[in-house]
């Protein structure tokens, strides 16, 4: 069922065709809604609240429809809900259940609105949802990560650049690299978090309504921080939110990879920095030594294809002019999934960071000897040498076979070694999460859900 069908389908010729049309326009935009089904009630309900307020629907009429969107909503939580075979939406499905139910009160219910900006709130309701379970998730591997650092504080391991033993780092420097990272990340999450709480509702087709809608109204029921205040922009950010949405979740990807990249590279034989519990490794069918990381190669595989979502997005809506075009259903189909999978991947990295294994006194190896030559030409520094012939000395002592490596390190600098500020990268995180303001949006929806 179309709610915009008109009675005649004389222009759809044979019903193959009209089946083949069906099937290619609608494609898995039913399997998409259902993501969105808990958020079509609740901007309904808050829809119908301010239909009530302008006079569109009696106050009677509005508890009727509160009641049935409230046995609604809770049939979807308790996964009760579907989209029947001949609904094309679950916006259609969301109002033929409260028109069956409600009769003319249940038709009413679309007044003032389009289904470009119901879809559109929709989807920012479902974003922002998203978001937060990121946003927590990311948190408690943060957590988890600060932790590791605190604990291993003092275990060195060989810094590199261009994958040359460079410098001595630590444990502590490593896990607590990828916790200031993820403060970055949350820091770009709530720049998109910010971009998604803004309310649509009451654009329309994106030219507005001559209904006196209470679009202030509607923003404060459900929590959102503001307006989309232009009609003709709130529809033009469909496309936009989602793209900001998985840019955001790519730079949280990006520190995701590299730290699964990390753990394959320290796993490696010839490495042998961290060990991974048996677990998390597979053997090969014909070499029974083999105990190779699939869930870290796993991890590094899926968020670096999410990296590349929002490419993929932008090809969709390169070059579309203003308004609202069918080009956008697409976009449900790359962003929905994404989040799947980005919580399957922070689940995983935590699971894995809160049961790797770390090996201790690597740098007592002789072979890391050279790794401790700036700490000898700083000694020499100390000792009045001016820095380049200090520098050209201990050259000279290593390929002349006279270097003895310091191993005694005394790093006071602020994110060095024996100085991580971890409590400084907590209060950065705390900081950032605080920003995100969620206690708002809980009280807003738990208002709006027990509205009388």
Request: charged share 25%.
């Given at each position: 069922m179309k709610l915009w069908q008109k009675e005649s389908n004389k222009n759809l010729g044979k019903q193959e065709a009209a089946f083949r049309i069906e099937k290619f326009t609608v494609g898995q935009d039913r399997e998409m809604d259902m993501y969105l089904a808990e958020f079509d009630v609740i901007g309904s309900m808050a829809h119908a609240i301010m239909l009530e307020?302008?006079?569109?629907?009696?106050?009677?009429?509005?508890?009727?429809?509160l009641n049935e969107c409230r046995k609604i909503y809770n049939d979807i939580l308790n996964g009760k809900f579907l989209i029947e075979k001949n609904i094309e939406d679950v916006h259609s499905q969301v109002e033929w259940l409260l028109t069956q139910a409600l009769g003319d009160t249940g038709k009413k219910i679309h007044s003032g609105r389009s289904r470009n900006?119901?879809?559109?709130?929709?989807?920012?309701?479902?974003?922002?949802?998203q978001l937060r379970q990121i946003v927590n998730l990311t948190e408690t591997l943060f957590h988890k990560l600060v932790e590791l650092s605190n604990?291993?504080?003092?275990?060195?391991?060989?810094?590199?650049?261009?994958?040359?033993i460079a410098m001595p780092s630590s444990f502590g420097l490593w896990f607590g690299a990828y916790a200031e990272s993820l403060v970055d990340d949350a820091i770009v999450l709530q720049a998109a978090y910010k971009v998604v709480n803004k309310n649509p509702l009451g654009s329309g087709a994106g030219y507005g309504s001559s209904f006196p809608l209470n679009r202030t109204l509607t923003t404060k029921l459900l929590g959102f921080d503001d307006l989309n205040y232009n009609v003709v922009y709130a529809q033009m950010t469909r496309g936009k939110s989602e793209y900001v949405v998985?840019?955001?979740?790519?730079?949280?990807?990006?520190?995701?990879?590299?730290?699964a990249m990390d753990v394959c590279l320290y796993n490696s034989q010839n490495f042998g920095f961290v060990t991974l519990p048996d677990?998390?490794?597979?053997?090969?069918?014909?070499?029974?030594?083999?105990?190779?990381?699939?869930?870290?190669?796993?991890?590094?595989?899926?968020?670096?294809?999410?990296?590349?979502?929002?490419?993929?997005l932008a090809f969709?809506?390169?070059?579309?002019?203003?308004?609202?075009?069918?080009?956008?259903?697409?976009?449900?189909?790359?962003?929905?999934?994404?989040?799947?999978?980005?919580?399957?991947?922070?689940?995983?990295?935590?699971?894995?960071?809160?049961?790797?294994?770390?090996?201790?006194?690597?740098?007592?190896?002789?072979?890391?000897?050279?790794?401790?030559?700036?700490?000898?030409?700083?000694e020499l520094v100390m000792q009045g040498l001016p820095f380049r012939d200090a520098y050209l000395q201990v050259k000279d002592e290593i390929f002349g076979g006279g270097y003895e490596a310091p191993r005694d390190l005394n790093h006071t600098l602020e994110g060095s070694i024996?100085?991580?500020c971890n409590n400084e990268i907590t209060r950065m995180m705390n900081d950032v999460i605080k920003g995100f303001d969620f206690v708002k949006v809980d009280t807003a929806l738990e208002e709006l859900l027990n509205w009388k």
């Open positions: 307020s302008i006079g569109l629907l009696e106050t009677n009429e509005l508890g009727h429809v900006d119901q879809v559109l709130v929709d989807l920012k309701l479902f974003m922002r949802h604990k291993h504080k003092y275990d060195l391991l060989p810094g590199y650049t261009h994958l040359q998985l840019s955001g979740m790519t730079s949280l990807a990006t520190t995701l990879s590299r730290m677990d998390f490794t597979t053997g090969s069918s014909i070499m029974p030594h083999k105990k190779n990381p699939d869930v870290a190669e796993l991890l590094r595989a899926k968020t670096n294809r999410l990296k590349g979502l929002p490419t993929e969709v809506t390169s070059n579309l002019p203003s308004g609202y075009h069918r080009d956008m259903q697409i976009l449900k189909e790359i962003l929905m999934p994404a989040f799947d999978q980005m919580i399957e991947c922070l689940d995983i990295a935590h699971f894995m960071m809160s049961n790797i294994e770390i090996k201790p006194n690597l740098l007592e190896d002789k072979k890391y000897d050279p790794i401790f030559s700036v700490e000898r030409v700083n024996g100085n991580l």
